[in-house]
């Protein structure tokens, strides 16, 4: 009975033990925040550069292809394949230029993490802030409470038979 009845199919056992895509903790270059930043951003503007002069290269050459005058068959079919290649070459770039947009967009809605953490941070402050004051008003309630109280266990203006004294 110890024994596992062999089958075809397949068991998962355990978890896989490689350790995929880790990243270092120390930064690959040495680099302060500003910098990689700025590194960041010139390389953004270096993709929408070059997708932006496909788009105007391939309109050029589009137009300069759709000249007007006598062409025989050859030369008709040669210019519909060039115009289709350029056409689907500026399909690309401008896809290419819309996943960039769409990737900013998220970088700005979802990196905002220094904001998100000082309106935390703020938030912490003032609760802090109002605890302490509740403390505080706790604390001289009781002082007064106590104070009020006299070495006998009574309160002021109270006679041990529990009645209030005239004063």
């Known amino acids: 009975m110890a024994d596992v009845p062999q089958t075809?199919?397949?068991r998962p056992s355990a978890l896989p033990t490689a350790k995929l895509l880790q990243r270092p903790t120390q930064p690959l270059v040495d680099q302060d925040s500003?910098?990689?930043?700025?590194?960041i951003e010139e390389e953004w503007n270096k993709k929408v550069d070059v997708e932006?002069?496909?788009?105007?290269?391939?309109?050029?050459?589009?137009?300069?292809?759709?000249s007007i005058g006598d062409?025989?068959?050859?030369r008709i079919a040669q210019?519909?394949?060039q115009a289709q290649?350029?056409?689907?070459s500026m399909i690309r770039a401008a896809h290419s230029l819309m996943s960039t947009i769409h990737s900013m967009k998220l970088l700005l809605l979802l990196s905002d993490e220094t904001q998100i953490a000082k309106r935390r941070d703020a938030e912490l402050r003032v609760v802090q802030a109002e605890k302490s004051d509740a403390q505080k008003k706790v604390a001289?309630?009781?002082?007064?409470?106590?104070?009020s109280r006299r070495d006998d266990g009574?309160?002021?203006?109270?006679?041990?038979?529990?009645?209030?004294?005239?004063?």
Request: hydrophobic share 40%; charged share 35%; aromatic share 8%.
């Open 34 to 39: 500003n910098e990689y930043l700025d590194a």
């Open 154 to 167: 009574t309160f002021d203006g109270e006679r041990r038979d529990g009645r209030l004294q005239a004063t």
């Open 71 to 74: 062409k025989d068959k050859f």
């Open 85 to 88: 290649c350029r056409a689907e």
């Open 8 to 10: 075809d199919v397949s």
């Open 79 to 81: 210019e519909t394949f």
């Open 52 to 66: 932006i002069e496909t788009l105007v290269d391939g309109m050029a050459d589009i137009v300069s292809l759709a």
């Open 140 to 147: 001289a309630l009781l002082d007064e409470l106590l104070s």
